[in-house]
C-alpha cells in the first residue's frame, strides 16, 4: 500500500482510460464510477482492480464501446433490450432506470437484457433503484465458475443478484452476493495479494479442496449453502440468460478474458413503492426492521449487529473522507494503463 | 411407518377436516392438496404432519375460515391484496393467479399481499405460474427464526421464497428454499422421529451449538451461508412484510401458534414468457440448460446430478405410484382428527 489517493481524480482518471478505448464521455464517466464506488464500499475486488480488464476487451473489440441497447420488445411493463455489446455497466444503469420509469407507470417495471457484458458490482445499479424510491432488483449470468451440485467441471456461474430498498434516515438496504462460496474477485484479489483462500471456497481440478488461489481459479468455486446456492445460481442463469434470449450456461465469458464475446444478460425490475403506500411510511417501517435487527442480544464478541448494506455505506463515508488505499499492484496496473493510453499527466499518484 | 396410503382419499381427508373447520369447498379443497402434494414432493415437513397446526388455528379463529382476500390498490401490473386473516394458501394460489393474470397483460405483474397466514410449500403456487407459461416468483416472512448475524436471538423469519419456470418436457426448474441451514419443519421431522439433527444447523438458547432437535427449538437456528443467508433473510422480510404493508420481523406468528394472528405478508411476480420470446423456444432453451447440468462430469461417488426441481417431480412420480408412507406420528395426529371432527369414516387407513 503506498499513500491513500482521493477518489474524484481516480474516477477522472479512470473515465480518461474509457475515453481512450471509445467510449462517449457520459458512459466512460459511468463506468469509471462504479469502479470507485466498488473500491470506496471497500469491494476491491470488483473495483479499480478491473481497470485493465475491461480495457483489454474494449481493445480487442469484444466489447464495443460506443454500442448503445436497443428496444426490441415494448410490453408495457415489461421490456426487452438488447445490449449489442456494450458495456455492461451502461447497459445496466439504462437498464434499471428504464425499470424504474415502467413501475412508476405500471407499479411494477421490468427490463430483460440480452447481449450485454459483465456489469460489474449489481447494487451500484440497483441503489439507482432505491434513490427513487423503488424496491429493486437486478440479476445477471456470468462465465461458468460452479459445477452442478454432485459434480466436478464448471458448468454455470457464480450469477450474481441483488435488491435494494431505501431506509429512510438510515443508508439503503441492500442484498448484494454471488452464489458461490465467495466471489470469483476474491480469489483473484488473494492471488494478487498473493495470500491463501479460507477452506472451503473451491476444490482444485482434480476435485481436491485447495486453499491456494491459483489452484482455486484452474479447479472448481463452491456454492454457497451447498445445494441450496447451486439452486439459486441456475435460477439467476434462467433467468439473465435463457428467459432474456442471451447466452446461458458455458456461452458466457467472463470479464478477465480479453478476446472472447461475453453475451451475459440481466433482469432488472423495479417496484414504486408509493404504489402500495406512502413513501415515507414505507421509510419509517424500513427504520423500525433495522433498529429491531440492530438492537438483538450480541453473541460473545460482537461489538455492533450490521444490517445488509450498513458496512458498505460506513466504508463509503471513511473512504471519501481519508482517500482510497489501493493494493500496490492494481496502482501498478493502473501506471501500466496511463502509459498504454498517454495518460501519465492523469495519474492522481 | 404402516402400508403406504393413496393421495387421493388423504387429500379427501383433509378437506373434509378443513370444510368441518368452517373453510369452503374450492378452498378446503386447494388448502388440502398443498398438503398431500408437499408429502408427495417429498417434503413431509410442510405435508400432512401440518393439517392439525392449520386446523387449530382455524378453531381459534386467529386464521379466518372463509375469509376471502379485497384488493387494496390496482395500479395496473401490480395490486395490494389484504388477506384478511385468510387461510394462506387460498390467498397466495389467488396472489399467484392474478400476478400471472397481470402478466398476460402487461408482461410482469405483481401482488403485494397483506394480513395473510403461512402458506406453506412456496413452490406448490410458483409452479401454477411455470404452467401458466410464465416465470414465477413467490416470497413471504415467517415467524423469528434465526438471530441477525452476529445476534444470539431470535429476529428475523427463515421468510422462504421460490422461483419456477417451464421446462418443455422436463418437469419445471424450481427453487424453493428457507434461508435458514435447514427449515424449521425438518426439525420439528427430526424431533417427531426422534433424530439427532446435524451440526451447523442450530445453537441452543445460550448459544452453543446442538444436534438436539429440542434444544435446537428453543435455541436459535443459523443462516445458510453464514451472512449471506441473513442477508437475503431481511430482504424477504423486506419484499414480504415492510413493503406490501403487512407485519415484520417479531410481529409474525408461526403455523405452530394456535392462538396468535399471523400478520404474514407475501410478494408474488410473475413474467409471462411468450412477451419476450415464443414459449416453445425458451422451453428449447431450458432443455439445453438442464441437458448442460445433467452432462457434466460427476464427482467421485455420484449416480446422477439432477436440477433444481427434478427429484421433486421424481418423488411425486413414484408417490403417486406406490403410495405415501407417512410417519407414524402424522398417522396418530390424522386419526385424533377424524375423532375430534367425527370424520372417522373418511380416514383413509
Known amino acids: 500500500m503506498t499513500a491513500p489517493v482521493a477518489a474524484a481524480p481516480l474516477a477522472d482518471f479512470a473515465a480518461a482510460v474509457y475515453g481512450a478505448c471509445g467510449m462517449d ?77 415502467r413501475a412508476r407507470r405500471h407499479g411494477i417495471g421490468a427490463v430483460a437484457v440480452r447481449n450485454s457484458n459483465h456489469f460489474g458490482t449489481a447494487m451500484y445499479f440497483t441503489l439507482r433503484a432505491a434513490r427513487a424510491g423503488c424496491v429493486g432488483f437486478l440479476s445477471t449470468n456470468a462465465s461458468p465458475a460452479m459445477a452442478p451440485w454432485g459434480g466436478r467441471a464448471k458448468t454455470i456461474g457464480n450469477n450474481p443478484w441483488s435488491w435494494a430498498a431505501p431506509a429512510g434516515r438510515r443508508a439503503p438496504l441492500v442484498l448484494d452476493i454471488a452464489n458461490t462460496a465467495a466471489a470469483r474477485g476474491k480469489i483473484y484479489l488473494a492471488k494478487q495479494r498473493g495470500e491463501d483462500i479460507p477452506e ?26 451447498g445445494h441450496k446456492g447451486y439452486a439459486i445460481s441456475v435460477v439467476m442463469d434462467m433467468l439473465s440468460g435463457v428467459l432474456t434470449g442471451s447466452g446461458f450456461a458455458s456461452e458466457i465469458a ?96
Open 25 to 101: 464521455e457520459a458512459d466512460a464517466r459511468l463506468a469509471a464510477d462504479t469502479l470507485v464506488q466498488a473500491d470506496l464500499w471497500g469491494h476491491q475486488s470488483h473495483g479499480l482492480m478491473r481497470l485493465s480488464w475491461y480495457a483489454a476487451r474494449l481493445k480487442s473489440g469484444v466489447c464495443v464501446a460506443r454500442a448503445k441497447p436497443e428496444t426490441l420488445v415494448d410490453a408495457g411493463a415489461l421490456c426487452v433490450f438488447d445490449g449489442h455489446d456494450a458495456m455492461g455497466q451502461a447497459v445496466a444503469a439504462q437498464a434499471m432506470d428504464e425499470a424504474v420509469a
Open 254 to 349: 467472463g470479464p478477465y478474458q480479453a478476446e472472447r464475446r461475453s453475451r451475459a444478460g440481466h433482469m432488472a425490475i423495479a417496484i414504486d413503492i408509493a404504489k402500495i403506500q406512502p413513501l415515507a411510511q414505507f421509510e419509517e417501517r424500513m427504520e423500525q426492521l433495522i433498529a429491531a435487527i440492530k438492537a438483538a442480544p450480541r453473541a460473545p464478541g460482537v461489538e455492533e449487529i450490521f444490517y445488509p448494506g450498513e458496512i458498505e455505506a460506513r466504508n463509503d463515508a471513511a473512504n471519501r473522507a481519508a482517500g482510497l488505499s489501493l493494493p500496490d499492484d492494481t496502482l501498478a496496473d493502473l501506471a501500466r494503463l496511463s502509459r498504454a493510453y498517454g495518460l501519465e499527466s492523469k495519474l492522481p499518484f
Open 200 to 225: 472451503g471456497w473451491a476444490i482444485d481440478a482434480q476435485g481436491l479442496p485447495t486453499r491456494d488461489p491459483v489452484a482455486a481459479i484452474d479447479g472448481v468455486i463452491l456454492p454457497m449453502a
